[in-house]
T-cell receptor, first 113, second 110 residues
């Protein structure tokens, strides 16, 4: 019974490149959430998706960031034209229902050089 | 708008109970109290949640005061592996967002 799987665990990108972060939710979970943790800061909600639909993206930066959760396959958080300020740990969580407990993955640590 | 207040840090001795306080004086009737922890460099881990009754599971116990303005998370026999940042979060029943504050950095010492 695998937990939430995120890959890669570590990702290094040069400024201007694209970063693609993947998240496979727990089996049976159709709700996915992305959070970002900047260095020395708390976790901040970014986006909530439910199969093929973005429910709430109020925490997403307006530009360069996008997320999807297709019918088949993992959820993807995509960051275009990365800048140094995007360096952070990005955590994905999933839940069975909208308000049931969320279980987190181990995160992807993005470093922009 | 912080909904919870936690001490920034606390130490406890290995093998002893760790009692982590949380104030949530503005909690409303439909808000639950959730506890998560984050061990260094890992994702947050769900611990326990409750509405007004005390709750216990294999990880911890949650004691909520009768007026629900504060609560205590109890780790009955702390181990070195319990060293982590512990987050107390209040959340409306149908909400999906978790609003993480600064939490309490708990250090378990041998």
């Amino acid at each position: 019974n695998a937990g939430v799987m995120q890959n890669p665990r570590h990702l290094v990108r040069r400024r201007g490149q694209e970063a693609r972060l993947r998240c496979s939710p727990m089996k049976g979970h159709s709700h996915v959430y992305w959070y970002r943790q900047l260095p020395e800061e708390g976790l901040k909600f970014m986006v909530y998706l439910q199969k093929e639909n973005i429910i709430d993206e109020s925490g997403m930066p307006k530009e360069r960031f996008s997320a999807e959760f297709p019918k088949e396959g993992p959820s993807i958080l995509r960051i275009q034209q990365v800048v140094r300020g995007d360096s952070a740990a990005y955590f994905c969580a999933s839940s069975y229902g909208r308000s049931t407990e969320a279980f987190f993955g181990q995160g992807t640590r993005l470093t922009v050089v | 708008d912080a909904k919870t207040t936690q001490p920034p840090s606390m130490d406890c001795a290995e093998g002893r109970a760790a009692n982590l306080p949380c104030n949530h004086s503005t909690i409303s009737g439909n808000e639950y109290v959730y506890w998560y922890r984050q061990i260094h460099s890992q994702g947050p881990q769900y611990i326990i949640h409750g509405l007004k009754n005390n709750e216990t599971n294999e990880m911890a116990s949650l004691i909520i005061t009768e007026d629900r303005k504060s609560s205590t998370l109890i780790l009955p026999h702390a181990t070195l592996r319990d060293t982590a940042v512990y987050y107390c979060i209040v959340r409306v029943l149908n909400d999906y967002k978790l609003s993480f504050g600064a939490g309490t950095t708990v250090t378990v010492r041998a």
